[in-house]
């Protein structure tokens, strides 16, 4: 992508997520959004997000890829990695060489290396006093993510922040724990319906959420609610 | 126990288990939670990992009727 067409999907995304915020959304779409501008613009290979759950820990919530083998990592990650740590001191934790010091937290660096992952970025979400989750971008080759997509994830990531933050402000009295565990049990019914999909149609979980993702694109409805619908039996492809 | 407290178990360990919850769910037409708990019974009774039996029926390799 040269730089001229990269700077206007970049636009893209922010006015995208702009209109998002602006009409209307569920959690879970959004950061859904996030991860997939993340991935389509910025110079990584795989991104994720995980929010804090009702029980204090961190959750993955989003992720660019549907192997299980990136969803696990990211979860010892969140044990003991750079996104806890991110998450605990409310910084950018950046991972150039996960070789260098591989001791450093054995199981995260051991998976990570496995998979192919050399460098980590994790960003926290975070508007003033309040920490909800981190953006974590993964990277195949090693060293710093550039300058300039750090700024343009730390800016997706402070947009959606606010929309998650004011959201929750404007519309219900519902505790920010409530609102952070209801977009990780949307995750859990989405990967039930792909489940159902792939099991009905024939297809493999990849292209299920595809399926999934299109009709809720085209019906303007949340990932969650088709999902629900799916997972009930009131909705087949 | 409800879905929910063993799915937040179940995160830890990636997504696979809701994944095969689908295909359970869309193979006997049964809700959610009895398909979560015929997944979590096999892997009890037949020593596997809930991981592991996830895994199979994702691939074809196990139904559970």
């Given at each position: 992508m040269?730089?001229?067409?990269?700077?206007?999907?970049l636009f893209d995304a922010f006015a995208t997520l702009a209109d998002t915020l602006v009409a209307g959304y569920d959690v879970l779409d959004?950061?859904?959004?996030?991860?997939?501008?993340c991935h389509d613009l910025l110079d990584v290979d795989s991104a994720g997000i995980l929010l804090e759950n009702a029980a204090g820990r961190l959750e993955v919530v989003a992720s660019t890829s549907e192997a299980?083998?990136?969803?696990?990592?990211?979860?010892?990650?969140?044990?003991?990695?750079p996104c806890l740590e991110c998450f605990h001191t409310r910084a950018i934790v950046s991972v150039p060489d996960i070789d260098v010091d591989p001791s450093r937290w054995p199981d995260f660096c051991a998976t990570a290396l496995a998979q192919g992952i050399h460098s980590v970025y994790a960003i926290p979400l975070r508007l003033r006093e309040t920490t909800i989750g981190t953006l974590n971008l993964m990277r195949n080759?090693?060293?710093?993510?550039?300058?300039?997509?750090?700024?343009?994830?730390?800016?997706?990531a402070d947009v959606a922040t606010i929309g998650i933050l004011q959201e929750r402000t404007i519309r219900d009295a519902s505790t920010l724990r409530d609102q952070l565990q209801h977009a990780l049990s949307s995750r859990i019914i989405i990967e039930q319906a792909k489940g159902v999909v792939a099991e009905t149609a024939n297809v493999s979980i990849e292209a299920a959420f595809a399926l999934i993702r299109e009709h809720a694109r085209s019906n303007q409805t949340a990932?969650?609610?088709?999902?629900?619908?799916?997972?009930?039996?009131?909705?087949?492809f | 126990m409800g879905v929910e407290d063993h799915t937040r178990t179940r995160m830890a360990v990636g997504w696979e288990v809701h994944q095969?919850?689908?295909?359970?769910?869309?193979?006997?037409?049964?809700?959610?939670?009895?398909?979560?708990?015929?997944?979590?019974?096999?892997?009890?009774?037949?020593?596997?990992?809930?991981?592991?039996?996830?895994?199979?029926?994702?691939?074809?390799r196990l139904k559970l009727s």
């Open positions: 040269n730089e001229t067409v990269r700077l206007e999907h959004l950061l859904q959004l996030l991860v997939e501008n299980n083998t990136l969803v696990e990592m990211m979860q010892l990650d969140a044990d003991a990695g080759e090693r060293g710093e993510l550039n300058q300039r997509d750090i700024r343009a994830a730390q800016a997706l990932l969650r609610l088709v999902a629900q619908q799916l997972v009930a039996r009131d909705l087949r | 095969a919850t689908g295909t359970v769910i869309a193979q006997t037409s049964c809700s959610a939670d009895e398909a979560l708990e015929r997944i979590l019974e096999y892997a009890h009774s037949s020593g596997a990992s809930v991981d592991q039996v996830a895994e199979d029926i994702l691939a074809d």
